[in-house]
């Protein structure tokens, strides 16, 4: 599938829109339409509902170490500027950039490709910041603009190697920046840190200086007491939050896959240090599976264990869900979430101080007046085991997870293209978004065969009552096999359509988007029907 048919269908039938678009967007930021804010919501609500509102307390869950609580939370965007240097992100969470001096473009480091071209005993290293599949035509034509070539000169030139991504080169003075017409023009690259930074209340200056959380995760951190205090859960559980997060991504692209603004899926699940191995098992293969339980089923999927120098100082052990969105390069896939076991970190970073990957763990950084440097919440964040009475610091394993790159995913994996007959009969190609129902914006789409002979009345009444319980879509106007290609366009994955014989015999037909198969049902029939085929 190329993406470009998928960005277009995403505009077309109103799923993704470029934010603020009549004033030539806003990079790195996307709104929902009718149809997407539909999808993400059914994306949330699904993972909420399977993580969280439907997890069963009582029982052992297929490969889990023990019965589990879970519980959720809503936390705000804007928290304690403090949260943020004991998590380590003030200091940490950067990205390297390298400036164009001459387009004044900034680039992500380990985000610019190119290839050695060579021509006339010059080698010059050209690079563009296109998708994978445009890499090749878009450097050749670089390339040859750059020496000056016309297409019968195109033998004059020769590539050395494939692909390369910037951080492989060291020198920069035979690169050719993506948009620049110089060699040479780009800066040693640089830290970016990628909080967005603002200011609260009235107060100027540093004092009043605040972050838009980078990630969800660290509103359940500090509010593990509360919890534990409030509600009566006890370890091992966890605890979820829903919501957005931003980070001022250098290159933002991909369409949703790297946007400025988004919203995380997020669990911080809390057990005896003793079980959290185990726990990270649970959590690894249950979080794939979830995927696949909802469409991702076939090997563009992947779970892979990270390398034991990927890992973070504190964890011993990361696991990565990733999809081959189809802008990759070959080969490549992009994380649709990340499952790592993070020790006490956390807990023990708010409680103490931010812990340096460089000290020992157990000892608080100091400052150059031997003061605590992130200093922690001095808080008590142990937790004490009542029927054993053990007092420890709980283990956390967390699978992160980001709402618009899962849905992101559900679509590509969605978009098929296959042959139908129209109206007439004759074989049209059809363009079908085959979303599991559970995903589905538009759960059915009710139909009269045509607008006379009490058709849209009965059609109309069956729609109100299916419509107490799903979204669903009511159209009567033009060939009936053109409202069907729209349903499938839109990835309604049922239509019921009334016709001269429902008049008789009190029967609708309906039709699986999937399969084209047409069945007659009864119309009192109709909303249980939809409801099984919706859960299954
Ligand atoms: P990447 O390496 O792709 O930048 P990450 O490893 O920094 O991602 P995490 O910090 O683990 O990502 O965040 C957890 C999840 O949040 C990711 O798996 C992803 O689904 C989502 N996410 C992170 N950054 C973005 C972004 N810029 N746009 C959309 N989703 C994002």
């Given amino acids: 599938m190329e993406m470009e048919k998928l960005v277009a269908l995403c505009k077309r039938r109103g799923y993704l829109f470029q934010s603020s678009e ?17 999808l993400k919501r059914n994306v949330k609500e699904a993972w909420w509902r399977d993580m969280v509102s439907g997890h069963d307390d009582l029982s052992v869950l297929p490969g889990a170490p023990a019965a589990y609580e ?4 809503d936390c705000t965007i804007i928290m304690h500027p403090q949260v943020w240097k004991c998590s380590g992100h003030y200091d940490l969470f950067h990205d390297y950039m390298v400036d164009c001096r001459q387009t004044r473009k900034r680039y992500r480091h380990d985000q610019v490709r190119g290839r050695w071209a ?14 994978a599949s445009l890499e090749e035509e878009e450097s050749q034509r670089r390339a040859m603009k750059f020496f000056k070539l016309r297409n019968k000169d195109l033998d004059a030139l020769s590539w050395d190697g494939g692909f390369q991504v910037l951080t492989e080169i060291d020198d920069f003075s035979q690169v050719l920046a993506p948009d620049a017409t110089e060699l040479d023009t780009l800066t040693e690259p640089r830290e970016f840190n990628l909080m967005f930074k603002t200011y609260v209340g009235a107060l100027s200056g540093e004092e009043g200086a605040a972050f838009l959380r980078p990630e969800t995760a660290q509103g359940i951190f500090v509010n593990f007491k509360n919890v534990v205090d409030s509600s009566r859960v006890k370890v091992p559980f966890g605890i979820a939050q829903i919501g957005k997060s931003f980070r001022n991504e250098i290159t933002p692209r991909n369409f949703t896959f790297r946007s400025r603004e988004f919203e995380q899926m997020e669990i911080e699940f809390f057990c005896h240090p003793n079980a959290s191995a185990d726990w990270y098992t649970y959590w690894r293969d249950r979080r794939m599976q979830w995927y696949q339980a909802l469409g991702l089923a076939g090997e563009r999927l992947q779970l892979r264990e990270h390398d034991a120098d990927e890992l973070s100082h504190y964890s011993t052990g990361t696991a990565d869900i990733e999809y081959a969105f189809p802008f990759l390069p070959s080969g490549e896939y992009g994380e649709l979430e990340g499952i790592a076991h993070r020790g006490d970190f956390d807990l023990r970073s708010h409680m103490e101080g931010k812990l340096d990957e460089s000290s020992d763990p ?7 007046h031997g003061k605590p440097k992130y200093r922690g919440s001095g808080k008590d964040l142990t937790y004490r085991d009542e029927v054993s009475n053990e007092r420890f610091t709980p283990h956390v394993i967390e699978p992160s997870a980001g709402a618009d790159r899962a849905t992101l995913a559900f679509l590509c994996e969605a978009y098929t293209e296959d042959a139908a007959p129209d109206d007439k009969g004759k074989m049209q190609t059809r363009t079908v978004l085959s979303l599991h129902p559970r995903l589905a914006p538009i759960k059915a789409a009710v139909f009269p065969l045509v607008k006379k002979d009490g058709m849209p009345e009965i059609a109309k009444d069956i729609y109100r009552a299916l419509k107490k319980k799903f979204n669903v879509f009511y159209d009567e106007k033009g060939a009936v096999g053109r409202r069907y290609r729209r349903q499938d366009e839109a990835g309604t994955p049922f239509c019921i359509t009334v016709d001269g014989d429902t008049l008789t015999d009190q029967t609708v037909t309906l039709r699986d988007r999937d399969t084209l198969e047409q069945t007659r049902i009864k119309i009192d029939e109709v909303v249980s029907q939809i409801e099984q085929r919706v859960q299954a």
């Fill in 22 to 38: 009549i004033y030539g967007g806003l990079n790195g930021f996307w709104d929902y339409g009718p149809l997407g804010v539909e």
């Fill in 70 to 73: 879970m519980t959720g939370l």
């Fill in 118 to 131: 060579q021509c006339k005993e010059q080698r010059v290293f050209v690079t563009t910041m296109v998708e």
């Fill in 362 to 368: 157990l000892t608080v950084q100091l400052d150059e």
